[in-house]
């Protein structure tokens, strides 16, 4: 991850970004922890929420006005702030290219391609400029009938 990615990001990308919705408070905390960071940040930030002993990872559309209302108060944007506001307005079904100059860039891509690759969500590869293909069919075996050819050319 580029060194113009903020901490808060790489640390998001590291231990709270994946497939999962809830982590085990205690196991993250002492993770960041150990590496002098507080947990409190990500729930300032509105990237985790915590209910009990679980950690609840918030989606991008669930940040969305955490987001905006830092937008609207001229707050620096994070660039997980940015990969999220992209995956909402995507979402929402307007398209990102409007988007692409104030919030997008390199960091931007590599981020959502980094969550692309923990998560499956194909919207963060959209983000990250990548093209999803439908994966090609597989051509099964040949049934036991075509390899021996039966009904084949009379002829023979």
Do not use: Q
Not at 135 to 156: I, R
Request: aromatic share 8%; with cysteine.
């Amino acid at each position: 991850m580029p060194d113009s990615v903020d901490d808060i990001t790489k640390i998001y990308c590291m231990y709270i970004a994946g497939p999962r919705v809830s982590i085990d408070y205690s196991d993250l905390h002492k993770r960041l922890s150990k590496g002098g960071i507080d947990i409190g940040i990500f729930m300032e930030e509105k990237l985790i929420e915590k209910k009990k002993e679980k950690v609840i990872v918030l989606s991008p559309l669930d940040r969305r006005e955490h987001i905006e209302t830092k937008i609207n108060k001229g707050k620096k944007l994070l660039t997980i702030d940015k990969v999220h506001l992209l995956y909402a307005i995507y979402k929402e079904g307007k398209p990102i290219s409007k988007y692409w100059d104030e919030y997008g860039g390199d960091d931007v891509k590599k981020v959502a391609d980094l969550i692309y690759r923990k998560t499956g969500d194909k919207i963060y590869a959209k983000i990250s400029g990548k093209t999803i293909r439908a994966p090609k069919k597989k051509k099964g075996h040949p049934t036991l009938d075509a390899f021996l050819d039966v009904g084949g050319d009379k002829n023979d």
